[in-house]
């Protein structure tokens, strides 16, 4: 276990429930680090300890094989986009030039 610091963002201290820190609705405003973050003007309003437990090498690979097949897919829609706007250019100018 070791210890983490729980610091708020200036805008998160805006929508935090100081009177009750350990509030759920709280949870999405905090950061939980080990470095300094005051300079970044965020508030450190607790600490805490984390327990860490690791999955098993397969199933880290297979999180990965997960990430880059969502990449790969992105990547997909990307391309496909951007070839559709090319095809549209293609044809505005072949258009342009049967109407001629």
């Known amino acids: 276990m070791s210890d983490i610091k729980i610091y708020v963002s200036d805008w998160g201290m805006d929508y935090i429930n100081v009177s009750d820190l350990s509030d759920p609705k709280n949870e999405t405003h905090f950061t939980f680090t080990s470095a300094d973050m005051t300079k970044c003007g965020y508030t450190q309003v607790g600490t805490g300890k984390v327990e860490c437990s690791f999955f098993t090498r397969d ?13 790969v897919q992105k990547v997909k829609a990307e391309a496909e986009k951007e070839v559709m706007q090319l095809q549209d250019k293609i044809n505005q100018l072949l258009a342009i030039t049967n109407e001629a």
Do not use: V
């Open 59 to 71: 199933e880290i690979q297979q999180s990965a094989i997960d990430s880059l097949k969502a990449q």
